[in-house]
């Protein structure tokens, strides 16, 4: 549910409440701040503020992003602090020798980070694309732009008119992409990332093969999070859509689903259970000639 300010009720104020005005430096950088066209809140925009840094760093290692261990708030902001790191693609750079001692590393904790950022060097290509922090893209767009750019150097390739072609991408989302890889700071830690080995391709054996198809989870199931079950169809190509509609092609129903299965049985939408849903996925391992035949079945 997304709030919005109906009417003032004056009459309720406290007799001495004063106007809040909104803040025209960073507390932190002190540089200005600027209102983005159209949106509400104030930002520093500033590259260099340190806030900035260590927050574009926060999400970059989270756990849909590059999912790096052992780098909590505490120590990105020491790591800045103790200008380790300047860049989101600094991480790379860390070595055991630059972090052991340094106050909350001991010798095992230093290890497991070198060996969590190691790791994450695997990552897919959408979670790179989302650790990126592209204004306007979060996960399901960042696997939109995957699979239409099959790698980081394509995407520093991506323009305008390209963007709005893409289903699911529109003018705001498109200009936000543009503007982040044509800006030369973003391309030169693309770069150096690419550099360091971090570039994975989009596997392509099995992308196409629910291609267009609309899925609709509803309810809990019992082996899989929701977004484990969407990752698996939007890995086939399908959308995983939040709401039923004659657009819907299956809805796998869970333990307590309720007003979504509902409309998914006035509309004949067919329904799978988990276990339904499992083996359908699993169909897919086997050969195309068997997946396609398995899509008719429903």
Not at 164 to 170: E, F, L, N, Q, T
Request: proline residues 3%; contains cysteine; glycine residues 8%.
């Amino acid at each position: 549910m997304i709030p919005k300010v109906i009417k003032v009720i004056k009459e309720r104020r406290a007799e001495n409440t004063q106007p809040y005005k909104l803040p025209d430096h960073c507390p932190v950088c002190g540089a200005k701040v600027q209102r983005v066209e159209g949106g509400v809140a104030v930002k520093c925009i500033h590259r260099d503020c340190p806030a900035q840094l260590k927050s574009g760093i926060s999400h970059f290692i989270s756990k849909l992003a590059m999912n790096i261990d052992g780098m909590g708030e505490k120590i990105v902001e020491q790591l800045v602090n103790e200008q380790l790191i300047e860049s989101m693609a600094d991480i790379y750079t860390l070595e055991y020798e630059k972090i052991v001692g340094l106050e909350r590393f001991g010798e095992r904790s230093a290890r497991n980070l070198i060996t969590s950022i190691k790791n994450s060097m695997k990552r897919d290509l959408h979670n790179v694309i989302y650790a990126l922090g592209i204004p306007n893209v979060g996960e399901y767009l960042a696997r939109v732009l995957a699979a239409h750019y099959g790698s980081l150097a394509g995407l520093l390739k991506a323009e305008q008119e390209e963007l709005v072609a893409i289903d699911d991408i529109g003018d705001i989302v498109a200009e936000s992409v543009v503007s982040f890889v044509q800006d030369k700071d973003n391309r030169k830690m693309i770069e150096r990332l690419i550099s360091y080995g971090i570039d994975p391709k989009v596997k392509q054996e099995h992308e196409q093969l629910l291609k267009g198809k609309v899925f609709v989870f509803t309810g809990s199931l019992e082996t899989l999070t929701r977004d484990e079950a969407k990752n698996m169809v939007r890995d086939l190509g399908a959308k995983a859509s939040g709401s039923v509609s004659s657009k819907t092609d299956f809805l796998v129903s869970g333990e307590a689903s309720g007003s979504k299965l509902d409309k998914a049985r006035e509309l004949n939408i067919p329904i799978m259970n988990e276990k339904d849903f499992l083996d359908f996925i699993q169909k897919f391992g086997v050969g195309k000639e068997d997946s396609e035949e398995q899509i008719k079945l429903f």
